[in-house]
């Protein structure tokens, strides 16, 4: 769908700076507009907004704009009528339109008003007709492309980018063919996605899996409180978080009751189906571990050896500078100096404790995912197997019967750091010694 008067095709290309906060509930505190006839800029309209509610600390270290600049500036209602006359009969272009018009339709709702045009997003055309760049992110994309960017993350200098970008890409697309196809794509289920998938979502402790149209996870995450991690994910403003915006068509959670086991299921989660907006680290060949040795006096000492894949050792490196650099590191922290002596001893001991499992076969109980539910994690060997649920007591006291519960994971030295990690710093219902149990 493509406005033209006279024979003239307008756009109001827009940059909105905003309070932040939960989502649905943000304000706008500036605004840029520039009307475009293909060509050159007929009109525009620049103004900081009070939007009668704080700025979030992170987004006035973002942008500049803080609450005091913004005491005696119009509010939303005395500009809203500048605003829809000079974005009458055009696309609305911005980059991640999404959210600049999110917030738009937000202002006017409060209003009584549905605005409502077409819009057009540069970074959905810029990747259509400038594929393989590094970055979209509007900064990264105009410094690639020789577009000078001033003001950056204020509203007239991030539009005016836009303004020069989206002229770049219009002689790219000199058919408008691309114009055309992704201004027809802006269909009305679009205008409340958002809105619906944050109402289809529970204040749960879990994973959540973001899929993009064609049903594919493209990102995998674990929080306390669901609902609001994808209030964050929706209104945030990362590189990251505009990258899900653009891309989000639905949502799923699955509950794991607490923390502990929502952080096991998400890294085992993301090493299976590797989303595009996860970091997952490359497979790392491990050939260096720090094993711990004795001499024939029993006096401790560690020391960096080539990695066999029979041996247990405290932790295995991908190269021999970070396994030197991690001795290093731990010499030092626990005062190990390089001779062999019962001094030693007891500081090495003091740096095993510390990376180990209070024991070497014992299970973690905490709560479950209803009232009536417990979770089971299985450490065997000092070694973590997987977890499970359960909810009578019998069935923990069965080493056979709790092991039918667990869902078991591929041995990964990661799960352990993980777990070590988290239980010296968080407490959890019970750790039992499953060699006490009969």
């Known amino acids: 769908m493509e406005i033209e008067i006279n024979n003239i095709a307008l756009y109001s290309i827009v940059d909105v700076e905003t309070t932040g906060g939960k989502f649905n509930e943000e304000g706008i505190t500036e605004i840029a507009i520039y009307k475009f006839d293909g060509n050159k800029i007929i009109d525009q309209f620049i103004s900081l907004i009070n939007p009668e509610i704080p700025i979030q600390p992170f ?31 055009t696309v609305l272009v911005a980059h991640n339109s999404s959210f600049d018009y999110r917030m738009l339709r937000i202002e006017f709702k409060r209003l009584g008003f549905d605005f409502s045009i077409p819009q057009l997003c540069t970074v959905r055309m810029s990747k259509k007709l400038i594929p393989n ?6 900064g990264n994309l105009v410094k690639s492309l020789g577009i000078p960017i ?21 002689i790219k697309d000199q058919n408008k063919e691309i114009v055309n196809e992704l201004i027809k794509n802006n269909d009305s289920k679009f205008k409340n996605k958002f809105l619906n998938i944050i109402e289809d979502l529970k204040n749960i402790t879990g994973v959540y899996y973001i899929y993009n149209k064609d049903g594919i996870i493209i990102y995998i995450g674990k929080s306390k409180n669901i609902k609001n991690r994808m209030n964050q994910h929706l209104t945030g403003l990362t590189k990251k978080s505009l990258n899900i915006q653009l891309e989000i068509n639905s949502v799923s959670c699955e509950s794991c009751g607490n923390e502990l086991i929502a952080l096991l299921k998400e890294s085992e989660e993301i090493k299976i189906h590797k989303p595009k ?19 024939s006096k029993s006096l401790h000492f560690l020391r960096v050896s080539h990695y066999v894949e029979s041996y247990n050792y405290i932790e295995i490196f991908s ?10 590191f731990i010499n030092t922290k626990y005062n190990i100096d390089g001779q062999k002596s ?4 007891i500081n090495i001991n003091n740096f095993i404790k510390d990376t180990s499992y209070p024991y070497p076969n014992m299970i973690i109980i905490d709560k479950g995912r209803s009232s009536d539910e417990k ?3 299985l450490i065997k ?26 869902n078991q994971v591929k041995e990964n030295n990661s799960y352990d750091r993980l777990i070590i990690n988290y239980l010296k710093k968080h407490k959890v219902e019970k750790i039992i010694n499953t060699e006490m149990i009969k």
């Open 319 to 328: 190269s021999l500078k970070k396994a030197n650099n991690r001795l290093s």
């Open 133 to 138: 760049m590094k970055s979209y992110k509007l």
């Open 59 to 89: 987004v006035q270290q973002l942008t500049g704009i803080n609450n005091k600049m913004l005491i005696n500036a119009p509010k939303f209602f005395q500009v809203a009528r500048r605003i829809l006359e000079i974005t009458e009969n």
């Open 375 to 377: 979770s089971v994690i």
């Open 381 to 406: 060997n000092s070694k973590y197997i997987g977890f499970g649920y359960f909810s009578l007591n019998y069935q923990i006291t069965n080493l056979s019967i709790l092991e039918s519960l667990i």
């Open 342 to 345: 019962l001094k030693n001893n």
């Open 150 to 170: 001033s003001n950056r993350h204020r509203a007239s200098g991030d539009a005016l980018a836009t303004t020069e970008l989206f002229k770049l890409l219009l």
């Open 277 to 295: 907006f996860n970091k997952v680290l490359k497979k790392e060949i491990l050939k260096f571990g720090l094993e711990l040795c004795k001499d």
